[in-house]
């Protein structure tokens, strides 16, 4: 079945340092994999997305690849700021037969201190 | 701001009760999903529907159900609440079949449902 598994949180960080947030899947074919955050007391919001093997998905600063190889797609940012602090959810849609639904991992809870 | 929109965006209700949760869909998107976030069980995908139909279905109780109007809205009706169905839930939508949909799923901010 499709499953994806995520590094427990909670994460806590100095500001600038260097975030990676582990992301694992199993899935049959080829699925599409994504990272969501959720912001506190907000929704969630699409942070990146990559489709196919060796794509990498970037946005605010915020990178993550897709390695067929090793079923990972990890996050990464370079320099973590306060307004980081969220929940991240790591998400893979297989889109099998044209009706595609999400699949979440249990999420990872960042904390950046000043 | 997502597009998609939610209604309401906080409920209190008492066990044994019925409410209904209503989703509009980002404009021209034709599927629409819902998701229960709990503490215990994270998020979990409920149900999905396409241009109407029902599409495919999770974790969704008996005592649950939805449906999708003409008007591509849905509404997901809980019924017999327990204090269990305390949760945030989430209506999604997208695009979908079409070559590039890119199978993103937008989310709306979720209704507050606590049963007391």
């Known amino acids: 079945g499709n499953s994806v598994t995520q590094m427990e949180g909670p994460v806590t960080l100095s500001e600038e340092a260097f975030l990676t947030i582990n992301c694992t899947y199993t899935?049959?074919?080829?699925?599409?994999l994504f990272w969501y955050v959720q912001y506190p007391g907000e929704g969630l919001q699409l942070l990146l997305k990559?489709?196919?093997?060796?794509d990498k998905g970037s946005n605010k600063g915020f990178e993550a690849t897709y390695r067929k190889e090793t079923t990972s797609f990890h996050l990464e940012k370079g320099s973590v700021q306060v307004s980081d602090s969220a929940v991240y959810f790591c998400a893979l849609s297989p889109f099998s037969g044209g009706y595609n639904k999400l699949i979440f991992g249990a999420g990872t809870r960042l904390a950046v201190h000043p | 701001d997502s597009g998609v929109t939610q209604t309401p965006k906080h409920l209190i209700t008492a066990t044994g009760q019925r409410v209904t949760l209503r989703c509009s869909p980002r404009?021209?998107?034709?599927?629409v999903y819902w998701y229960q976030q709990s503490l215990d069980q994270g998020l979990q995908f409920l149900i999905q529907y396409y241009n109407g139909e029902e599409r495919a279905k999770g974790n969704i109780l008996e005592r649950f159900s939805a449906q999708q109007f003409p008007d591509l809205h849905s509404e997901l009706n809980l019924s017999s609440l327990e204090l269990g169905d305390s949760a945030l839930y989430f209506c999604?939508?997208?695009?979908?079949?079409?070559?590039?949909?890119?199978?993103?799923?937008?989310f709306g901010e979720g209704s507050w449902l606590t049963v007391v």
């Open positions: 404009s021209g998107d034709l599927s």
């Open positions: 899935a049959t074919g080829y699925p599409s």
């Open positions: 990559a489709t196919k093997a060796d």
């Open positions: 999604a939508s997208s695009v979908v079949g079409g070559q590039n949909s890119g199978n993103t799923i937008y």
